[in-house]
C-alpha cells in the first residue's frame, strides 16, 4: 500500500495560480499548512492584506498527513514538561493550546465550516508492562497546571480493563482539511490572496520592506510570516534546538458504535495512539499511529506498520480492513514549546516552527500569537514561544539532539550502503560512494537512474533513503528530497547537488 493519508482527498484550491512578476501585500505568509492558513485567517480579519505562497498545492505538507487530535496537554507529559520548564510556563503552554482549540472551535463555527469537529474525552493509559506510577505522576502535574482531569480504571480495549487511566475531558477532534477548506474561503472573502506551485527561494529584509523572492516572481511586503513546518529563513539558529522525528499511521474501518468516540494513547515509548473519524454509511474509520523514530534512523516502515496493527487488533477485535497507511514528520523541540516570533535575525520577519506532536493547536496558537505580535500587542505567550531563547534547563535534550548532526557528518568517511550502482534494484535508493563523493542513488522501476549529492542542501547533513515515502530524509532539521532532488519539506530551498553518471 502507497504512502495516502485519509485526508488527502480533499483537494483545497486545485486550480490556484503561481506567483509571476512582482506584487505587494502588508504580510506574506510563507506555507500554507494549517500554520500559514490560520495566520493569513487572523491577519485578513483584521484588516491586513495578506498573500499565502506555497511551494506546492495548498495545505499539501505535513497538516495533510497528520492524525488531528485537538489535546491541549503537552504530548510529551505535563510532568516532564513541569520538570524542563518549571509550572508557570507549562501551565501557560497548556492554557495556549486549550486556547488553540477553543479558537478551531469558534471558527467552524462562525464560519460554517463542515468538518466533524466535536468536543470529546482523551485517555492516557497504562502501556502494556509499563509501571502504574507514569499515570500518578502525571496525575499530580495536570492537577498543579489546572487542568481537568479523572483518574479511572480501565480503557474499553480488550484486556485493558484493570488499566490505570487519566481522563481528560474538553478534548477534541475534526478533519483537518474541510477544516481549512473553510478557513481558506473565508480569508478569501476577507481579500486574501493564495499562490501554489511557488517554491520560495530568498526571504529577505531592507529599510523596512521584506521581499519573498521565487524564480518567476517577488512579493514586496511590510512583514513576512515563515511557516514552513521548518522555518527557511533562519539557517541554523532555531534549528539546533529541534529535532525531525518520523512517525506513522494507519487506519482501519469499524462498524458505528463499537468503539466509544474518544482519543486514546498508551505511556509505551514509542508511545501508541487511536482515534476515530466518521466515514460513510454506518462505518467509521480508526486511525491507529504512533512507532515514531528519529527521522533518517530507520527504514523499516513495514515492521512498524505490523507492530502497530497487532497491537491494535489485539486490543480492538472489531476492527476491520486497513484503508490506509502513510507517514509524516514532527519536529521535536528541546524543551517541548514551539517557536513562535519574532525571527532572530530579522525584525519584520516573523517564524511559527517547532510544531512537536502538537503542531495543530500550534499552528493555530502561533497564528494567534503572531497576528498579535504584528500589530504590536504584548501578549502573554510571547517569552515562552520565543525563538531566541535559549533553554538552560533542557541542555541534556540540546547536546543529545546536535549529536545527530555530527554523527552524521562523520557518516560521509563510512563506505556506501551497495558497492557500485550496478547492485541497485528497480523501486530502490541507496548511497554509493565514488572516490571522495557520496551518491543518494534511485532507480526507478524502468530502470532509469536519479543521482544527486547525498549531502543535504541546508547545512549538508547525510541523507538516507526512505523506502516507504520513496525519497531522501536529512536526519538533522526535517529536510525531505524526492528523487531528483528537489526539496519537498524544508527547511531545505535549494535541490541536492547534481551528480553525473
Ligand atoms: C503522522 C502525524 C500525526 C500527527 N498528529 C497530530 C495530532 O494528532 N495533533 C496535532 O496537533 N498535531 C499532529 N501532528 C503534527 C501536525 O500535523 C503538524 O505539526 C502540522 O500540521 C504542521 O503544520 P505546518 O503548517 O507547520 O506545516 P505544513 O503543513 O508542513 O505546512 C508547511 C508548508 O510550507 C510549504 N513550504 C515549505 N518550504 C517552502 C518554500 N521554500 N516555499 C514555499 N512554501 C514552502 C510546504 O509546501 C507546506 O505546504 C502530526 C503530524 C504527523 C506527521
Ligand atoms: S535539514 Fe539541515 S542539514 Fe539537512
Not at 481537568?148 to 480488550?158: A, E, T, Y
Request: glycine share 10%; charged share 25%.
Amino acid at each position: 500500500m502507497t504512502s495516502t493519508s485519509i485526508w488527502m482527498d480533499v483537494h483545497i484550491m486545485p486550480n490556484t495560480e503561481s506567483l509571476v512578476g512582482e506584487t505587494e501585500c502588508d504580510v506574506a505568509v510563507i506555507g500554507s499548512g494549517i500554520a500559514g492558513i490560520s495566520t493569513a485567517y487572523e491577519l485578513c480579519k483584521r484588516g491586513k492584506s495578506v498573500i499565502v505562497i506555497d511551494r506546492g498545492r495548498i495545505a499539501g505538507g505535513m497538516t495533510s498527513r497528520t492524525s488531528a487530535h485537538l489535546a491541549p496537554l503537552c504530548d510529551d507529559l505535563v510532568s516532564e514538561m513541569v520538570s524542563i520548564k518549571g509550572l508557570e510556563a507549562t501551565t501557560l503552554f497548556c492554557d495556549s493550546h486549550a486556547a488553540a482549540v477553543d479558537r478551531i472551535e469558534e471558527i467552524q463555527k462562525n464560519e460554517n465550516i463542515d468538518c466533524d469537529f466535536r468536543r470529546l474525552d482523551g485517555y492516557l493509559f497504562q502501556g502494556r508492562g509499563m509501571p502504574a506510577d507514569i499515570i500518578e505522576k502525571e496525575l499530580g502535574a495536570v492537577r498543579e497546571v489546572g487542568a481537568p482531569v479523572d483518574r479511572l480504571m480501565g480503557v474499553p480495549f480488550s484486556g485493558c480493563e484493570s488499566r490505570q487511566v487519566l481522563r481528560y475531558p474538553r478534548q477534541a477532534a475534526f478533519h483537518p482539511l474541510k477544516y481549512l477548506a473553510g478557513v481558506t474561503k473565508a480569508c478569501q472573502k476577507n481579500g486574501a490572496t493564495f499562490l501554489a506551485n511557488s517554491p520560495v527561494e530568498e526571504v529577505g529584509e531592507k529599510d523596512g520592506t521584506v521581499t519573498v523572492k521565487t524564480a518567476r516572481g517577488v512579493i514586496r511586503a511590510k512583514y513576512a510570516v515563515v511557516a514552513t513546518n521548518s522555518s527557511i529563513s533562519d539557517r541554523f539558529a532555531i534549528h539546533t534546538k529541534t529535532a525531525p522525528y518520523r512517525t506513522y499511521v494507519m487506519a482501519f474501518e469499524i462498524e458505528r458504535g463499537a468503539l466509544p468516540d474518544a482519543l486514546y494513547w498508551d505511556t509505551e515509548d514509542p508511545y501508541h495512539y487511536v482515534r476515530l473519524q466518521p466515514g460513510p454509511g454506518q462505518t467509521d474509520f480508526v486511525l491507529v499511529g504512533g512507532e515514531d523514530h528519529k527521522s533518517a534512523t530507520a527504514d523499516d516502515a513495514d515492521t512498524r506498520f505490523g507492530k502497530l496493527e497487532t497491537w491494535a487488533r489485539d486490543l480492538i477485535p472489531a476492527l476491520g480492513k486497513e484503508t490506509h497507511r502513510w507517514s509524516g514528520q514532527v519536529l521535536e523541540t528541546v524543551d517541548y514549546a514551539g517557536f513562535i516570533g519574532r525571527d532572530p535575525g530579522g525584525s519584520n520577519i516573523y517564524v511559527a516552527m517547532g510544531d512537536s506532536g502538537q503542531g495543530l493547536t500550534h499552528g493555530v496558537m502561533g497564528a494567534m500569537l503572531n497576528t498579535g505580535l504584528i500589530l504590536g500587542e504584548d501578549h502573554p505567550w510571547k517569552d515562552l514561544y520565543a525563538p531566541g531563547r535559549i533553554p538552560l534547563k533542557a541542555a541534556k535534550n540540546f547536546v543529545a539532539e546536535n549529536t545527530t548532526a555530527i554523527k552524521s557528518f562523520a557518516e560521509y568517511v563510512a563506505s556506501g550502503e551497495i558497492g557500485s550502482l550496478g547492485e541497485l534494484k528497480p523501486g530502490h535508493g541507496a548511497i554509493v560512494r565514488r572516490g571522495l563523493e557520496k551518491i543518494a542513488a534511485y532507480r526507478d522501476s524502468s530502470g532509469g537512474l536519479h543521482l544527486n549529492s547525498a549531502s543535504c542542501s541546508h547545512v549538508g547533513c547525510h541523507l538516507h533513503f526512505n523506502s516507504f515515502e520513496t525519497c531522501w530524509d536529512c536526519p538533522c532539521h526535517g529536510s525531505m528530497f524526492d528523487v531528483d532532488g528537489c526539496p519537498i519539506n524544508a527547511p531545505a530551498i535549494g535541490p541536492l547537488g547534481e551528480v553525473k553518471e
